[in-house]
């Protein structure tokens, strides 16, 4: 029996009250009455070491359920990643002995289906993830990096009805996984952008319209080597992201507004050297990151570390410099929720101890303290007035999955329902 966090018979009565069962009028007549709101189950993969890493739902008032045991032939599970609602369906990968990595769905109701397994060869073998990832849904098809030993890594779409169907071979070879490769799928002016990679080009910045075959946006690095745009992200109207240029800036944050040549958005780290911004998350108006930063004091560079940084798409980056000096707070996971923007990072010089830090867009950051020391939080995800992560619990293992309600200490889902530990929380998706 599901264990429930409030005694049920209040929870009945307020349900009661609340739908009007006890107030006057004919309790037979609901044709004015409005059903209950339907909340959304979160669904994600987890691990509960009997059945190894698989998918897992929770409604935010009984304790997380499996699912389904997808791969029931080994206790390592069937792995769900890249959950993504499409076409009212959760759809995800996953790895199942007899077919290797294929793309899923499910109702709602019903077991999980295989779809489709684009590679009917290779993928069986092991317990890969490479024949799907980056589902994104765009002109409601579905759209994804796919893979198998003909064409290697290309662009993949599916139509909810038909077999899926490579958009185009850019790259053609019988080499296993090799060919566009593309990855950071996102959607920007009705338009798919992505990081894609060919022979004369290297790894560029791609768009796609639905109908025309996609294209270079720019050879941003000139010849055969990569920009390599990573960290895809729409702030403020214009798509920003992780490149390096002919410019000899290194990695930096660039911008493109889907008209004019991308261009260099703030050199945050100066000359030659990279700042690698990554995290891309908006908040309040700004477009916060990590990166990695440097000054030039008196015609010298002076390190900051990897940093806590904000842009406004018109000013130069603002710093937070969390641990100062040239050490590194190394903030991951940025996440807004409650108004607040939330992320891990490390306060000592080493950076080897990783806790949960806020920022309310006013004050300086600070950690949060009512959540364990060394929690290492990870997989940020806000879901019903509460920060679900996952997070160490100090005992040797993986991360559990932990609940934060903002005002009260941090609790494991485990010990709030008594329920079995879930580890390696991932991929939190709400559906329907």
């Known amino acids: ?51 190894g890493q698989e998918l897992w739902s929770y409604d935010g008032i009984f304790a997380p359920e499996l699912v389904a045991n997808i791969n029931t032939r080994v206790t390592r599970g069937s792995s769900p990643r890249d959950l993504i609602v499409f076409q009212e369906k959760l759809f995800f990968t996953a790895f199942e002995r007899n077919h290797g990595t294929a793309l899923w769905a499910y109702d709602g ?20 993830t490479e024949t799907f990832s980056y589902l994104t849904v765009f002109q409601n098809k579905l759209f994804f990096e796919g893979s198998d030993v003909t064409h290697g890594k290309e662009l993949w779409v599916y139509d909810g009805i038909n077999f899926p169907q490579m958009v185009k071979d850019f790259y053609p070879t019988p080499i296993t996984y090799t060919g566009i490769a593309p990855s950071y799928l996102t959607v920007y002016k009705n338009k798919l952008y992505f990081n894609g990679c060919s022979h004369d080009n290297g790894c560029e910045l ?21 920009s390599l745009p990573y960290y895809l992200t729409v702030f403020n109207d214009k798509l920003y992201f992780n490149a390096n240029g002919d410019d000899a800036y290194g990695h930096e ?42 000054e030039i004091v ?15 798409g018109a000013n130069p980056p603002e710093l937070f410099d969390i641990v100062v000096g040239s050490a590194s707070s190394s903030p991951a996971y940025l ?65 559990k999955l932990w609940i934060y309600d903002g005002v009260n200490p ?23």
């Open 298 to 312: 008196n015609n010298v560079v002076e390190q900051r570390g990897v940093e806590l940084w904000a842009y406004d």
């Open 1 to 51: 029996m599901r264990q429930a966090i409030l005694p049920i018979l209040p929870l009945l009565l307020l349900l009661l009250f609340t739908y009007g069962g006890c107030g006057g009028g004919s309790s037979s007549d609901n044709t004015n009455v409005d059903d209950p709101p339907t909340r959304p189950l979160l669904y994600f993969s987890a691990d509960s070491s009997s059945d």
């Open 206 to 226: 791609w768009v796609y319209d639905g109908i025309n075959d996609p294209y270079m946006v720019e050879d941003t690095l000139s010849g055969p080597d990569s």
């Open 410 to 432: 941090a609790i494991k889902v485990s010990d709030l329902y008594s329920s079995p530990s879930l580890s390696l929380p991932s991929g939190f998706t709400e559906f329907p």
């Open 335 to 399: 996440t807004s929720w409650n108004s607040k923007l939330y992320f891990q990072a490390g306060f000592d010089p080493q950076g080897d101890q990783k806790e949960l830090w806020v920022y309310d867009g006013t004050n300086l950051p600070y950690e949060v303290t009512d959540v364990p020391k060394d929690s290492s939080p990870v997989n940020l995800y806000p879901f019903n007035d509460s920060l679900l992560f996952g997070g160490d619990d100090g005992v040797i293992g993986s991360p």
């Open 109 to 128: 109701i019903n077991a999980p289906e295989m779809v489709a397994d684009i590679d009917t060869v290779t993928s069986s073998i092991t317990n890969t």
């Open 253 to 294: 944050l660039w911008v493109y507004d889907g008209i004019v040549s991308p261009t260099i958005a703030a050199d945050i780290y100066p000359n030659s050297g990279h700042s690698e911004p990554k995290w891309l998350t908006v908040f309040n108006d700004k477009l916060y990151f990590q990166a990695n930063g440097a």
